[in-house]
Each structure stands twice: as C-alpha cells, then as structure tokens.
C-alpha cells in the first residue's frame, strides 16, 4: 500500500515493445567482477523488463554477460516500488536481482559522512539464505565514514537491514518496496512493513540514482550452458508533492 501525501512521479509498466531509453540509461557497461554489462542482455517482452545472465561469445569477447540499467531522473526521497520475479540464486556464485538506489559517492567516508552525504539503499538484493539455502531477499544499507556506529553493530559500513525468506520469490512476482524519508528508510514486501532503520550518522540527503540490475558474482563455476533471469513487471516511484522539485 503506498503511504498517504504521495504522487507518482515515475512508472514503467514496460508494455511497448521495447526498452525505452527516453526513461532509462543502460549502467555500468563493460567488464564487471566475473564477467560484463551489455545492453544486449536487456530487453521488454510480454509486457515485462527482462534482464539475462548467460556466457555468450559478446562485444567484451568470451564470458559471462549480464544487465544493469538506471532511470535517467534522480531522486531526493520517496517511495520506491518493483513488482519482479527474482532470478534463481545460488550460492557461492550465483548471479542476483537487485533494486536499488546508490548516491554519487556514497563509498568515499569524507562524502558519505557515515549516510547524509550519501548511501547505497539495496531494496532488495535476491539471494539464497547462507546458512538454509531458502529462497529469499535481503535489504541492505552501504555507507562509509560513521563516527557513531550502533553498539555491536559489527561494522561501520555495511548493514543487513532485514532478511525475508520467501519460497516462490524464484518463481512469481512479489513486490518490493522502500520508503525513505528525511528521517527513516521502511522495507516492504507486498506491501507489509519488514524493517524500519535510520541506518548510519542519519539517512541520505542527497539525490541517488535508481538501478535494476541482474548482478554477476566475483567468481562463477556454472556449465557454460546456464541461464536465469530478472524479471521486472512495473517501477513505480511516488513522492510527497513537497519533494517534487527534487527530481534531477
């Protein structure tokens, strides 16, 4: 359910037939950990975005190729919303669906300044359980630079917001959602709230680029003749109408 004072200000139902890059940018092409981003491994069919991980002889030579595309706008807060069937991982190497936002620099510590000058907001990251192998997604928070990490926290730049086991996210659509506020990120699955955070020196302040993405892991032992994919049926991203001038 999208929280009350909010508009929508950016929707891909991907029902044309093809990607439409008035809206999109192709992200990050080129030599990435295992293997590569290539356009050529995006495309819209049957009304939905799909992304595709598979070892082809490419425009980068023999490998492992793979997707990664960013709305052209960027955005200062909002609800950000993806209706997916995540692609099948598995662990140690499997490729991964993900959602997420990522500021200009939000891996520098002077920039980040622990969240305010910027953070990466996973709002989801597909992935295998690494203890059970149960199918499920996680949330997670990248910052650099905190001076006031929580106690226990473990770390100072990384954090597993919430992890949510979901048998059939492999196999059918679920919607995934974050909300981030100018005080609070909120997690949602199929519209029930899973995790509430401030995570860092204070959450981001700063306008952050919103990205699809089927991820290549650093190493893959895979037969050269496996495959899986992302596939996306809307993004939709909404905002309080007093944050509309902050779109980029």
Not at 26 to 47: I, L
Not at 130 to 149: F, L, R, Y
Not at 179 to 197: A, I, N, P, Q, S
Request: glycine share 10%; charged share 25%; net charge negative.
């Amino acid at each position: 359910m999208i929280p009350e004072d909010y508009v929508l200000v950016f929707e891909d139902n991907f029902d044309g037939g093809s990607f439409d890059l008035d809206k999109w940018n192709y992200r990050a092409t080129g030599k990435r950990r295992c293997g590569f981003n290539s356009p050529g491994q995006v495309s819209v069919e049957n009304g939905n975005l799909i992304i595709r991980q598979q070892y082809r002889d490419g425009e980068f030579g023999p490998g492992w190729y793979s997707g990664m595309i960013n709305i052209k706008k960027r955005f200062l807060r909002g609800y950000f919303e993806i209706r997916c069937i995540c692609s099948d991982h598995t662990r140690p190497d499997g490729f991964w669906s993900a959602f997420w936002l990522q500021a200009p620099n939000p891996y520098d510590a002077e920039i980040s300044r622990g969240g305010p000058g910027g953070a990466e907001i996973d709002v989801i990251e597909g992935f295998r359980d690494a203890a059970t192998g149960e199918p499920g997604v996680e949330s997670n928070i990248h910052v650099k630079g905190m001076k006031n990490p929580p106690p226990d926290s473990g770390c100072t730049e990384h954090l597993q917001v919430v992890r949510k086991n979901i048998p059939d996210c492999y196999t059918a659509f679920h919607t995934y959602a974050c909300e981030w506020t100018d005080k609070v990120y909120r997690f949602f699955v199929d519209g029930e709230l899973t995790c509430e955070t401030s995570w860092g020196d204070g959450v981001s302040a700063v306008d952050e680029e919103v990205i699809v993405s089927l991820e290549l892991p650093g190493e893959c032992g895979h037969r050269h003749d496996y495959t899986t994919e992302f596939i996306v049926d809307y993004v939709r991203v909404y905002q309080k109408p007093g944050d509309l001038r902050e779109q980029f």
